[in-house]
């Protein structure tokens, strides 16, 4: 007697996992199955009634049972802030810095003639304004921003005022390595809400060896400052805990623990564990302080299982770059993170005014425009509107080069609904901004993230935890 024919599967990508078979569809449903699952699911033999049929008929995998407007939905929910318009406004106030990291991607000068003026400043935040996006970040950068803070305190008020008519969801944030920092500074960033990024590469050691300063270590400057915003938040400040970005470069490798239970020491609450990116400056040395994808994969994955271990414990400590990634995962929203939209996050979600008053993709773009390649420039703060820039020739081949449809390998991977790739960090690594994304590091990195997040939520316990992280609640 002839068995009943099973389903056929709807349209779905694969990758095979050490736990299994990891299985997605476009509108971010996904599943991970064993090897005998996943050969009856693709061969379309799955029964209906069977377990496999139960577990699998809700994520929309079956055509026969295909649910269109949820797989609508979940395509417009990883995607929502595609159309809103550049929310990330990034003012370049000086290319003076104070440190000489070995990463350094700012092409930092050491003289006069890199600030940006107040004319410029105030121009940069007017087309910031002109955004259509409901809610805009302003985030001043260098060099080392507070080398420059009369004008960063005037574009602090400026943009304060000007959003009492603009009525904007409106966030204000400086960059900053803390050397310069002082009483009178912090109580005026404290009083008007602006946020303070730092960065944090690790115990004093590791940190300092990263980021040195002449005449001195950075991280005992960076602690107490961090300490004390901490000590303001606390005693009902405007400002939340401030945050701190790691850069992992080859001294990092192998002391994952070490760089986790520093923020843990400092009472951060998490890390954001980030990869070095071979653009600008850290290109040209990148034998010195690089490593091979496989080498990060590893790295974050350990550092990963030991955040799991502590949260296990029943210390709620967060990994934010997986928690952004668990958003799309299990949510299916756009976290707003725009190194992994499809098309990226470049012109679309983002722009970078540098000190001069020209416009960038990206802060990665400027970074390019440092050298004299100007591929990434939008225009100037001073002489286009915000329409110019959305439309100018940089804009579209960010667009186009982003776009993971367009991206024969992209198109074909598992985790495609969730991705992105980096125009500008192709055209620095393979000369193109589309590059070759099968053999580019930028892919075999953000693999390697995700297969490391998928192993986590493949395990109940540390799916909880996972879960407990985008809800903002304890376990």
């Known amino acids: 007697m002839k068995k009943a024919a099973g389903l056929q599967p709807a349209f779905f990508r694969f990758e095979r996992l050490p736990g299994g078979v990891l299985v997605t569809n476009d509108g971010g449903r996904w599943a991970l199955l064993k090897a005998k699952e996943f050969a009856a699911f693709a061969d379309g033999e799955v029964r209906e009634g069977s377990a496999l049929y139960r577990r699998l008929l809700p994520l929309n995998f079956f055509r026969e049972r295909l649910d269109l407007p949820a797989e609508e939905a979940g395509i417009k929910g990883l995607s929502s ?63 080392e921003a507070l080398l420059n803070w009369p004008v960063l305190k005037r574009s602090v008020d400026y943009a304060l005022s000007k959003n009492k008519r603009a009525g904007k969801d409106l966030a204000l944030t400086v960059v900053t390595n803390l050397v310069l920092m002082d009483s009178e500074k912090l109580d005026f960033l404290v009083a008007r809400g602006v946020s303070v990024c730092t960065s944090l590469d690790g115990p004093a050691d590791l940190h300092d060896a990263n980021r040195r300063r002449l005449g001195g270590g950075s991280h005992a400057l960076a602690e107490k400052w961090l300490k004390e915003i901490k000590r303001r938040a606390r005693g009902g400040g405007k400002d939340s805990l401030p945050s701190a970005l790691m850069t992992t470069t080859r001294l990092s490798l192998g002391r994952e623990k070490e760089i986790v239970d520093e923020y843990r020491r400092l009472g951060l609450g998490g890390v954001f564990l980030r990869p070095l990116s071979p653009i600008g400056y850290a290109g040209s040395v990148w034998k010195d302080i690089g490593y091979p994808p496989s080498a990060f994969a590893a790295f974050y994955d350990r550092a990963l299982g030991h955040i799991m271990k502590i949260n296990l414990s029943g210390e709620r400590f967060v990994e934010r770059n997986a928690a952004l990634l668990a958003r799309k995962i299990l949510s299916r929203e756009d976290p707003n993170y725009l190194d992994l939209r499809s098309p990226c996050g470049a012109a679309a979600g983002q722009l970078a005014y540098n000190w001069d008053g020209q416009v960038y993709t990206c802060d990665e ?21 915000a329409a110019d820039q959305a439309a100018s020739p940089a804009s579209r081949l960010c667009a186009m080069s982003s776009c993971l449809e367009s991206q024969h390998h992209c198109f074909r991977c598992a985790y495609k609904p969730y991705c992105g790739v980096c125009p500008v960090h192709n055209y620095e690594t393979q000369g193109s901004p589309w590059g070759n994304i099968a053999a580019g590091s930028w892919c075999a990195v953000q693999k390697g993230i995700f297969a490391a997040v998928f192993r986590r939520l493949s395990s109940p316990r540390e799916r909880r935890v996972i879960e407990s992280w985008i809800k903002g609640s304890a376990r």
Do not use: K
């Open 81 to 143: 802030g595609l159309f809103s318009g550049p929310s990330l406004h990034i003012l370049v106030l000086t290319l003076r810095c104070n440190l000489a990291c070995v990463y350094c991607r700012a092409s930092c000068g050491t003289g006069a003639g890199t600030d940006m003026d107040w004319p410029t400043a105030r121009r940069s935040v007017d087309l910031a304004f002109s955004s259509p996006a409901a809610g805009i970040t302003i985030e001043f950068q260098g060099g």
């Open 365 to 385: 773009g400027r970074m390019v425009g440092a050298r004299g390649d100007l591929l990434f420039r939008t225009g100037s703060c001073r002489d286009s509107s």
